[in-house]
């Protein structure tokens, strides 16, 4: 009947080969994606405890270093929503992460995440993106890949420019 048809059945757990391949590249997958998670749960939580503690703080875009990314065809807002975090994520997550991988996971985080702060404009700023940085890079360490902050960073800037617009007017 059509009880049978709409019943929640258990899933078939025979996708694994039985010499058990398979299982470890998922248990990996599944840690990658839960460490992405995380991330996005803390810099969410940076976010919304800053906005408490400094209202209007992250009002405006973050401008980046003058000249990079810019073009008459490409506006200002979404360079700074897009293609600065882009290249932020790139260079601070991507490449200098793993060059300071020989002082240690949290020593390269922190030089990292300090770098990454000292390019931002007022000390509030520096501030939340020391805090952004510190996430972001655990996130590439966890995950072996700067995606997590590159996305969350896209979020974080579009959001900011959102609220810039939208208090504009």
């Given at each position: ?14 996708s ?7 299982t ?11 460490a ?9 939580g ?11 703080g ?5 401008q ?8 008459p ?8 929503a897009?293609g ?11 490449a ?28 509030t ?9 510190l ?30 617009l939208?208090e504009?007017g």
């Amino acid at each position: 009947g059509i009880a049978g048809r709409c019943a929640v059945r258990p899933k078939q757990r025979n996708s694994a080969p039985p010499n058990g391949e398979g299982t470890e590249k998922m248990s990996e997958q599944n840690r990658r994606l839960r460490a992405a998670g995380i991330a996005a749960m803390a810099w969410a939580g940076l976010a919304a405890v800053w906005c408490v503690l400094v209202p209007g703080g992250a009002a405006e875009l973050p401008q980046g270093v003058p000249g990079t990314l810019r073009s008459p065809l490409i506006p200002k807002s979404v360079t700074g929503a897009v293609g600065m975090p882009l290249a932020e994520e790139l260079v601070f997550r991507g490449a200098l992460l793993r060059l300071l991988r020989p002082l240690g996971e949290h020593p390269a985080n922190l030089c990292q995440a300090v770098l990454f702060a000292a390019l931002h404009g007022t000390l509030t700023e520096k501030c939340y993106a020391l805090g952004m940085g510190l996430i972001f890079g655990w996130a590439a360490e966890q995950t072996d890949s700067p995606a997590p902050g590159v996305v969350l960073h896209i979020l974080n800037n579009g959001l900011v420019l959102a609220r810039a617009l939208a208090e504009r007017g």
